[in-house]
């Protein structure tokens, strides 16, 4: 357990669906991650939200929404995915300073099936 | 940009044996951080060891020791006596240590299996 939680573990949803994942953490950090796993690829990047704030978006298509309303707590929203969007997706956070940051705790993931 | 390669897709090793697997990385910046993750069946990302790259000592975390190469960019993970439970895919990641908020760069991971 690191202090990183996601729900659902596990989900399918249709192209036409809305459906939304959920990060919590636990760590006093301020600063959450999603990143996507899929098969035979390295973790990509998708999103970085810095004391709040949106500071990364990795070129994601305008299909996930991510929200963070506050420093424990981050989404991921869907709408019309794609079967090439079914993945893991992983949520992380750490505690960052202005000057640089330190290590990434992630949380068990969600795994996203696309039909 | 920042890339980190692992060039050994698949290891295996016998229980209580030895392995070591390889991680090269490039960038231009001098203070980063290096981390190996692991990942087994249940797909949780678990940090198995950090380092700092000013810092000269390797670091080492019970039976999991690194090999830091600051000059050659090449930061391998020693695993001894190795158990059953450390079967998994190990990532190796790289983190610049000059901006908040920047990302985790991972290389492919390797696959370790364990034979009894």
């Known amino acids: 357990e690191t202090g990183v939680t996601q729900t659902p573990r596990h989900l399918v949803m249709g192209m036409t669906n809305k459906k939304s994942l959920k990060c919590e953490q636990h760590l006093g950090h301020n600063a959450m991650y999603w990143y996507k796993q899929s098969a035979k690829k390295p973790l990509e990047l998708m999103f970085v939200y810095n004391f709040k704030e949106q500071t990364e978006n990795n070129s994601v298509p305008s299909r996930f929404s991510p929200e963070c309303p506050n420093s424990s707590h981050l989404f991921l929203h869907l709408h019309t995915l794609q079967p090439e969007d079914s993945a893991l997706y992983l949520c992380?956070?750490?505690?960052?300073?202005?000057?640089?940051?330190?290590?990434?705790?992630f949380g068990p993931g969600t795994r996203l099936t696309v039909l | 940009a920042q890339t980190v390669t692992q060039s050994q897709p698949e290891m295996s090793v016998q229980e209580a044996e030895t392995v070591t697997l390889s991680c090269t990385y490039d960038t231009s910046e001098s203070d980063y951080y290096l981390f190996w993750y692991k990942q087994p069946p249940s797909r949780q990302m678990i940090l198995v060891i950090r380092q700092e790259a000013y810092k000269q000592q390797n670091a080492t975390e019970n039976r999991f020791s690194v090999n830091f190469q600051k000059a050659a960019k090449s930061f391998s993970l020693k695993i001894s006596d190795s158990q059953l439970g450390d079967a998994a895919m190990y990532f190796c990641a790289y983190r610049s240590k000059e901006t908040s908020g920047s990302r985790l760069t991972f290389g492919e991971g390797t696959q370790l299996t364990v034979n009894p």
């Open positions: 992380a956070s750490s505690q960052e300073q202005r000057g640089g940051g330190d290590t990434q705790y």
